[in-house]
């Protein structure tokens, strides 16, 4: 056991058995006995439905069932999904399409499930689900980001969904009238894969009462309610479940029509159900992420000084709203919009269109990498417009640490930061100074060289409440109950260590369980980095109700004024002491059951804001196009690291989607609204042989907003790599270059043309 009260970095405790094969993920724990389920998905991106013959899928050997909309509708199933709407400029509410589970009348993208073969083996399912005849007459396929164009729903005749405003637009107009300077930007994203190692899945089973689904995702209580509304059934009958999961990156946040339809098979037959994704099918139908265009400006004065930003969104929803999509671009993105600049006036314009296509939400970052993107990518042209440093220009305009806690446009407060001691670190530890040296070297090879610099800020999401318990069993070990939930993480490591420092529990003694709505009575879920933040906040509560419940159980042994300290239990004057797991023990054997399990919840005063500068390196051969990453830094404020070996990892891994998102990965459609990124033989991503060293450090400012001075840090590699590695080929290719995501060989070969 490490010291009581000391947090290090201890070897995950999970990886032994996922890295030995012995992981439990869905696949692996659904009954045997389970019925397969397949489903039957749009050919075409959009067009009626003028016939759908279940009949002789119907007949095929193993079928158990095939269900249609209309099946679905006889057994009173709900009809529509739910998604959180925005509220338009003119206060009326955003569009609210029904979202089927199953097509009805009519298919609006590729991959849109149609109906459900339900039969013995998968194998039997696939063969039946070809059986079925669907006849389409074609509809034009709206794919663009313009108002206008074929309709895809009566509620919304220009394909707006929603047109949504924040900020003072008369004061930013007055401040662009008087500016000394103008700079604008134009910022394509293009639409990402979330590409989970586990594709999705679930599986349901009825026991004539109760229904218990299992499925991959990220939380299981917006689950529990959706199923309990959908199928009609009272909450308390309903139980849902997650096991190992692996990856989910908030694609796996929110509810899909394939989880409620699996659920009422199971029902109605009496019988598990199972569904499991190949990648063919999570290609069609997972939810995509970014995809969206700004076009961005700052005003700034003879200085440098900013005096006002505006940006106006279009971003592609998609066919359908999803259950965070009309959020992403517009409330999540404005969170963040300004960056870590003291920005007088600001304004964020969002508009949301459907298009023919699969529906997009959350990524990693959610809305956050996306602001981040476009403010630093006009940072760095204003920087070599008004021929400043971009560092100089960056730490000019910075939130003074005076100005805390600082107003944000999004109406939250920036609780705490040191930016200019952050930047002045990367500058440092990237070795800004020699990067002179390393270009002229880069040229006299015939190579060109460029250094990108992202400052950025995110703001933690979720819900700012979570709960946790702990029960004392029999055989001397704990039980830690958390409402969040690991897609890989190291939850099981970080929380059991966590208690382990806060109780001097031995951290092998400790389980850590999760993602079960019967052993657990609430949760947010994992998502916006919330994790180590509200978890840790949760478990100090409980811990604190805990240990004084034990002392007053005490008091009798070992004497008034009892105290919990350094891991034991102790009174003035006493030379006896015992550890929790001794009074715990103490207490079962004078039957005080009550004292073996402990409840606390707690609630986060505000929400914390991670920051840090990442600086990239790229060299380019403008003879192939080809690009090189060479360098990357990273200098993060995550506030105290309470796993610093986590931290790391979490810091890669958003880097390696960053990098991603800005050099290779793209989906693309043809004009008629037909995938042809449909597999990873077309979409690409980040090999490890792509990416350099990722150097990371730790310059932390412990924030006020949690009792242990913590930041979240899930998402802030992402949210800062975008734009250096952006930012450092635009500096490789010149002012002249359009650089635009993802920036492949052959998009950096026509730039190196055209600016040669």
């Known amino acids: 056991m490490h010291a009581f009260g000391q947090s290090q970095s201890v070897r995950r405790t999970e990886d032994t058995r996922l890295l030995t094969g012995q992981g439990r993920f869905l696949d692996d724990i659904a009954p045997a006995d389970a019925l397969h389920a397949v489903f039957l998905r749009a050919p075409l991106a959009h067009g009626r439905i003028t016939a759908l013959d279940l009949s002789a899928a119907q007949e095929a050997p193993g079928v158990v069932a095939v269900l249609d909309a209309a099946a679905l509708d006889a057994a009173g199933v709900g009809a529509r999904m739910e998604a959180s709407l925005r509220t338009n400029r003119d206060g009326t509410t955003a569009a609210d399409p029904a979202r089927p589970l199953l097509a009805r009348d009519r298919v609006r993208f590729v991959g849109e499930p149609v109906a459900m073969v339900v039969a013995e083996t998968a194998a039997q399912a696939r063969d039946a689900a070809e059986l079925i005849e669907l006849d389409l007459d074609p509809l034009p396929a709206k794919l663009d980001l313009a108002p ?161 930003y505006r940006v106006a969104n279009w ?32 304004r964020v314009h969002a508009r949301g269109v459907y298009t023919n296509t699969t529906q997009v939400d959350a990524y990693r970052g959610a809305g956050r990498p996306e602001a981040i993107t476009v403010l630093e990518r006009l940072m760095d042209k204003a920087a070599r417009e008004l021929d400043l440093c971009p560092f100089d220009l960056r730490a000019r305009n910075f939130i003074a640490p005076g ?38 070297d880069s040229e006299a090879r015939g190579m060109r060289r ?25 055989d001397g070990t704990v039980t830690l109950y958390v409402g969040t939930q690991s897609n890989g993480q190291g939850h099981e490591t970080v929380f059991a260590q966590f208690l382990a420092d806060r109780t001097g529990v031995p951290m092998e003694a400790i389980r850590v369980v999760q993602g079960d709505t019967d052993r657990i009575a609430q949760g947010g879920g994992t998502g916006g980095s919330r994790s180590m933040t509200v978890q840790t906040n949760a478990t100090l509560a409980m811990v604190g109700g805990m240990t004084e419940a034990f002392a007053a159980f005490l008091e009798p042994d070992l004497g008034p004024e009892v105290v919990f300290d350094d891991g034991a239990f102790r009174a003035p004057g006493s030379n006896r002491t015992l550890t929790l797991l ?35 390196e790229v060299e380019i051969d403008p003879e192939t196009g080809a690009l090189h990453l060479e360098r990357y830094t990273a200098v993060d404020d995550f506030g105290n690291l309470l796993h610093p070996l986590l ?48 150097r990371f450090n730790s310059e932390p ?56």
Not at 406 to 416: C, E, R, V
Not at 453 to 474: H, K, M, Q, R, T
Not at 662 to 674: I, K, P, T
Request: proline share 5%.
């Open 403 to 440: 100005r805390f806690p600082y107003d944000t446009l999004a109406g939250d407060k920036i609780s705490d930061g040191d930016f200019g001691r952050v930047l002045e670190r990367a500058r440092v530890e990237g070795d800004v100074a020699g990067f002179a040296t390393r270009r002229a």
């Open 148 to 308: 206008g164009g074929e309709c895809i729903h009566a509620q919304a005749p220009a394909n707006i969904a929603y047109d949504w405003a924040v900020g003072d637009e008369a004061a930013v107009e007055a401040a662009f009238a008087r500016a000394a300077h103008r700079v604008a930007i134009t910022v394509e994203q293009p639409r990402l894969l979330a590409s989970s190692m586990e594709p999705r899945g679930a599986f349901a089973e009825w026991d004539g009462q109760r229904l218990h689904l299992c499925f991959s995702g990220q939380g299981v209580w917006t689950m529990k309610a959706r199923l309990a509304a959908m199928l009609g059934l009272d909450p308390a009958d309903v139980r849902v479940t997650i096991p190992d999961v692996g990856g989910g990156f908030g694609m796996k946040a929110m509810p899909y029509p394939e989880y409620f339809t699996i659920a009422h098979a199971a029902r109605a037959l009496g019988r598990p159900v199972r569904w499991q994704a190949d990648r063919s099918e999570s290609v069609l139908s997972d939810n995509g992420g970014r995809d969206l265009r700004s076009e961005a400006e700052l005003a700034l004065d003879a200085t440098g000084r900013i005096l006002a």
């Open 450 to 474: 460029g250094l990108g610099l992202c400052f950025y800020i995110e703001s933690i999401l979720g819900n700012p409440a979570e709960g946790a318990a702990v029960a004392f069993e029999d």
């Open 647 to 694: 931290v790391e990892g979490q810091v890669h891994g958003g880097v390696a989607q960053g990098i991603g998102q800005a050099l290779c990965e793209r989906v693309v459609f043809d004009e008629d609204g037909q995938p042809l990124t449909g597999s990873f033989m077309d979409y690409a991503m980040p090999r490890a042989s792509d990416l350099p060293f990722i």
């Open 315 to 346: 971003s592609n929803l998609g066919a359908y709203n999803s259950e965070f999509g009309q959020n992403m671009q517009s409330g999540l993105f404005s969170m963040v919009a300004t960056g870590g600049y003291d920005i007088p006036a600001a």
């Open 582 to 616: 001794e009074a715990a023990a103490l207490a079962r054997a004078q039957g005080r059951t009550e004292l073996l399990r402990h409840e606390g919840k707690a609630e986060l005063a505000a929400r914390s804001y991670p920051n840090g500068a990442h600086l990239a």
């Open 701 to 756: 400012v412990p924030t006020g907003t949690n009792p242990l001075g913590v930041k979240g840090c899930g998402e802030a590699g992402t949210v800062g790599s975008i734009a250096a590695v952006v930012n450092a080929v635009q500096d490789a290719l010149g002012d002249g270059a359009d650089v635009q995501m993802p920036l492949t060989p052959q998009r950096v070969w026509e730039l190196c043309a055209q600016s040669s």
